[in-house]
């Protein structure tokens, strides 16, 4: 079955309320979305979000890399072995991790549709025990001034949500009155991670984070306390807490969880489809995290329910994956998509219709 045709359109969606970390403020989700058709006449769906301040791709990036590289690539291999295709795909440009993403995406979504099997089904055939049909997202909270925050995280436990990613980063002796309020105010039972975005100093960091420790505020984890490519960093503030350390921006790829495993600089790998370049190299890593014993959790960036359903389904395939941070659909004003995995305020909930599951798509397509 050859590949034939690539197109690409836009979606723009409107969030609930605008998304704020150390790094940036963002009110839409405007993503690229990917169409692969096969000889049959069957399609697959990928997205991409130019998510420049983290992943160095820009909207004309994302589609210069898939028009000028990877299109003419790919376009009439067989999608069979998949393995080559993505191969092919990886060679054709370098970095360009979301172009390769929404591709890689659209060709599992694709793929997995010609076998007639749910994703998940296919990325977990060697491991059938580990597979789940539910997963259970945090939501995230973003950085403000602590009332605000502590409103946000009434707001999102009144919603269900029984885990909360509330972003810091902003100041650390601030960060731990942040933490402290909004504990006070949703009580023990919700587990709270913390999310930094790179935005302490490794000193910064091991004190920030043993005031939260002193203060009996039960953090769960502390996600990339400091900047990305301060590995001996992220190493020393994991020797002197207490308090589990997550990897996020300074894992890209299969050799930056090798390099993480391998030197202890953090406790647990967070996996993004748009740092990997999708789920080829996703799954890489979930090899390395198994042989090793590391937790890792499924992320995403800011994105619409195409791109977070592909990982949704990579985080119900495979074991060593035990935490959630897909709330990009949540974070959405309107669902513009149908078919696909359920959003229902913290359950995701997995279909057995074949591919990721989504049936329309109200976009625009101009092929490549
Ligand atoms: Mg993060």
Redesign the pocket.
């Known amino acids: 079955m050859k590949i034939c045709k690539i197109e690409l359109g836009y979606i723009d969606i409107p969030l609930v309320t605008p998304f704020k970390?150390a790094l940036r403020t963002v009110s839409s989700v405007n993503d690229l979305i990917v169409k692969v058709t096969a000889e049959d006449g069957t399609v697959g769906y990928g997205e991409a979000p130019p998510t420049a301040v983290i992943t160095g791709d820009t909207k004309e990036s994302i589609e210069a890399a898939i028009r000028g590289y990877i299109a003419p690539a790919i376009l009439g291999m067989e999608l069979e072995p998949l393995d080559a295709v993505m191969e092919k795909m990886e060679r054709a440009i370098a970095k360009n991790t979301s172009a390769k993403a929404a591709v890689d995406i659209a060709l599992y979504d694709l793929y997995a549709k010609i076998k007639r099997q749910p994703l998940f089904r296919l990325l977990g055939q060697r491991h059938p025990e580990e597979i789940r049909t539910e997963l259970e997202t945090d939501l995230t909270i973003s950085v403000n001034e602590t009332e605000e925050m502590v409103r946000d995280s009434v707001l999102a436990t009144e919603q269900d949500f029984r885990i909360l990613?509330v972003?810091v980063g902003k100041g650390g002796e601030k960060d731990v009155e942040r933490i402290r309020e909004i504990r006070k105010a949703v009580g023990e039972e919700v587990t709270i991670r913390v999310?930094a975005?790179q935005g302490w100093s490794r000193e910064e960091a091991v004190r920030t984070i043993r005031a939260m420790e002193d203060a009996g505020l039960n953090i769960e984890l502390v996600?990339?306390p400091v900047s990305y490519h301060d590995f001996k960093g992220m190493q020393y503030v994991t020797a002197n807490v207490q308090t589990p350390i997550?990897a996020?921006?300074s894992v890209f790829s299969y050799e930056d969880a090798l390099r993480i495993i391998e030197e202890h600089a953090a406790d647990y790998i967070?996996i993004?489809l748009m740092k990997t370049g999708g789920i080829h190299q996703a799954m890489r890593i979930c090899d390395v995290a198994d042989q090793s014993g590391i937790k890792c959790m499924i992320?995403c960036m800011l994105e619409s329910k195409v791109s977070v359903s592909a990982g949704a389904h990579l985080g119900a395939a495979r074991g060593c994956i035990t935490m959630a941070?897909l709330d990009g659909p949540s974070l959405c004003k309107i669902d513009p998509y149908a078919g696909g995995p359920t959003y229902t305020g913290p359950k995701i909930l997995l279909p057995e219709n074949s591919g990721i599951g989504i049936t329309e798509m109200p976009v625009i397509f101009a092929t490549v």
């Open positions: 970390t990613k972003k999310d975005n996600e990339q997550l996020d921006e967070n993004k992320g941070d």
